[in-house]
């Protein structure tokens, strides 16, 4: 089983527990607006790879990767789900700690065969780490042009099914920044039985030269960099958020 694959990265220490080797794949609905990978958009683009060959190249710097194992991030790994059964079937063989990176934007409850093969593929991922871009509906629409109804059943889904979730969320300033999105951002975060981990992280302008080589508009022109200070209160309003579901919940 062969996947779209845009990049590898050896040593990668933000993508999951430990130093992972991390396979960027090609292809991603969603549009971002501060997205720092648009070359992985394209879904016919990348360099197709077998399963194996990923496994072997993980296997050379084996010694590095105590604690850590492989990610799958993008693009959109849920859109190549095929190919991560594979891959992860032969990393479990291998007991290698598997973990995805991913929007949840490709979640259909309504395609039995679609979520038959998920159920395979989460019954081999050890970690799935979850962007949720923005809770508002209408704010994700103009953030990502996508809805965010599947992204938020899909976190639905990882915690009935009993899938460890690692929750990711930007901070943009004038956009995702908002105290009373970021408290229903922590309810709703709240509710989920299986989380393991908060990352809020501070928007940055480091993609933007991407957008300039592949000439595409950068859509967040002059917006500055988020403060790094101010995502520690951020993120304090996000806990608050979960706080307060998981006290509603115990009553």
Request: glycine letters at 8%; aromatic letters at 8%.
């Amino acid at each position: 089983m062969s996947g779209r694959i845009h990049s590898l990265e050896s040593f990668g220490t933000v993508d999951g527990p430990g130093v992972r080797f991390v396979v960027f794949v090609q292809g991603c609905p969603m549009r971002c607006a501060y997205c720092h990978n648009p070359d992985t958009w394209e879904m016919n683009a990348g360099t197709v790879m077998e399963a194996s060959e990923i496994i072997e190249q993980y296997e050379r710097n084996i010694s590095f990767y105590k604690g850590g194992g492989i990610t799958v991030t993008g693009g959109e790994p849920l859109m190549q789900v095929d190919f991560l059964i594979e891959l992860f079937t032969i990393a479990k063989e291998k007991n290698i700690h598997t973990c995805i990176d991913s929007s949840g934007i490709a979640f259909n409850a309504d395609n039995t065969a679609w979520m038959e093969k998920l159920d395979r593929l989460l019954a081999l991922t050890d970690l799935v780490m979850l962007d949720i871009k923005h809770i508002d509906p209408e704010k994700h629409k103009e953030l990502t042009a996508q809805p965010n109804d599947k992204i938020l059943a899909f976190a639905r889904y990882l915690s009935k099914q009993g899938i460890d979730i690692w929750i990711r969320h930007v901070v943009v300033p004038g956009i995702t920044d908002d105290d009373t999105y970021l408290y229903q951002l922590g309810y709703f975060i709240g509710s989920l039985k299986t989380l393991k981990a908060l990352d809020v992280l501070p928007y940055h302008t480091m993609g933007k030269v991407k957008y300039e080589k592949l000439g595409i508009p950068y859509k967040l022109e002059g917006v500055e960099p988020m403060d790094k200070n101010k995502v520690i209160e951020k993120k304090q309003i996000i806990l608050n958020g979960i706080k307060a579901r998981r006290a509603d919940d115990a009553m």
